[in-house]
Every structure is written in C-alpha cells, then in structure tokens.
Nanobody, 122 residues
Framework: QVQLLESGGGSVQAGGSLRLSCAAS??????????MAWFRRAPGKEREVVAS???????GYADSVKGRFTISKDNAKNTVYLQMNSLKPEDTAMYYC??????????????WGQGTQVTVSS
C-alpha cells in the first residue's frame, strides 16, 4: 500500500504562483521505483494528466502547462512537487497526486491522494 498526501493548494490571482507537494509513504513505496504524476479535474471536465516524472527522471507535461509548470521530486523526502507559475483561470481544478510502480501510463495509476484545490481568479 502507498499513501499520498497533497498540500499547497489555495486561491491565487492570475499570473501568480503556487507549489503543490505530495508526500508518499507506505511499506511498498520507493521513490526509485514509482512513477509519480499530477492530475487535475476541473468542474465539468475529464481528469487530465498535468505532469509526470518517471523512474528514470523523464519528465512529461501537458501542452497546456509546458513552460509554466515544473514537476520535481526529492527522493530523500519521498516528496514530489509541482511548481505552478503564471497561473491562469483555466488552471482552476482539483489537483491529485498519483503513483504507479514502474509505469507512467496515465490510465494505470493505482494510488491516489485526496486532492488539493487550486483556484485562480482573473
């Protein structure tokens, strides 16, 4: 079992920044064998993957956030971050941290956090 706990959401004006954190724990978790990702779901929309960091460090981003969001991880702290800059109202959503062992395919993530709300006002 893997537990994920997100933090760092909040309300910000357009153009502002937020940093989300996701602390992973559990007997089976290892930062060296789990792909980590951030997803989001806006009201009335499908859930979408925002950013991912693979076991080998390969980064992936949705086109809508490239150049504005940065995913990173601290292996010693078992924590993944999502730095969000130049936020736009369309970034408003519930953001979820997810983990999957060895696999970064968006449809295969098994472990999920409870979500943290990000609200961007114009």
């Amino acid at each position: 079992q893997v537990q994920l706990l997100e933090s760092g959401g909040g309300s910000v004006q357009a153009g502002g920044s937020l940093r989300l954190s996701c602390a992973a724990s559990g007997r089976s978790y290892s930062s060296y064998s789990y792909c980590m990702a951030w997803f989001r779901r806006a009201p009335g929309k499908e859930r979408e993957v925002v950013a991912s960091i693979d076991v080998d460090g390969t980064l992936g981003y949705a086109d809508s956030v490239k150049g504005r969001f940065t995913i990173s991880k601290d292996n010693a702290k078992n924590t993944v971050y999502l730095q969000m800059n130049s936020l736009k109202p369309e970034d408003t959503a519930m953001y979820y941290c997810a983990a999957e062992e060895w696999n970064c395919a968006p449809s295969d993530f098994e472990y999920w956090g409870q979500g943290t709300q990000v609200t961007v006002s114009s």
